[in-house]
């Protein structure tokens, strides 16, 4: 009942959330490269690689930008940042935010203490 309940108040508005993106963006070149790990449209082939699609374009830019500057450090991440022009930054934050975030049923049930 609890999960019932969850998805009616929750669903209309991811659906909302989805419909709000600005213009369709084309798919940058550089789409291929992150794919191999993120998936072309940011639903991640591994779980240790985070999803993006429908992440916010300005949080994608700002972790792309840091990853680039040193300022967030991953070997991975650093050395793929590297590659990326300002514009090309922009083109994929836009792509990955305009893809459908990847959805799940949160377990409410599971947590100690959930249940109260
Ligand atoms: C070889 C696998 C691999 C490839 C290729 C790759 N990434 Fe990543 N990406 C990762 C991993 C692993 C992380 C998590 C790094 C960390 O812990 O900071 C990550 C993190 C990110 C994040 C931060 C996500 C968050 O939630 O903070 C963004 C944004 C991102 N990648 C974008 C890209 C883009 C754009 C490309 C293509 C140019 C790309 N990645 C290519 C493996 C990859």
Not at 33 to 62: F, M
């Amino acid at each position: 009942m609890k999960r019932i309940a969850f998805t009616a108040v929750f669903a209309p508005l991811a659906l909302a959330a989805t419909a709000q993106a600005s213009s369709p963006v084309a798919k940058p070149d550089k789409v291929v490269v992150c794919a191999a790990c993120h998936g072309e449209n940011g639903v991640s082939t591994q779980p240790i690689y985070p999803n993006l699609g429908g992440q916010q374009e300005t949080y994608i830019e700002h972790a792309l930008h840091a990853y680039k500057s040193g300022e967030r450090k991953n070997a991975i991440m650093g050395a793929q940042a590297a590659t990326l022009s300002d514009a090309d930054i922009k083109q994929l934050a836009k792509w990955f935010s305009q893809q459908s975030p990847v959805v799940y049923t949160p377990d409410l049930e599971t947590p100690e203490g959930a249940k109260k």
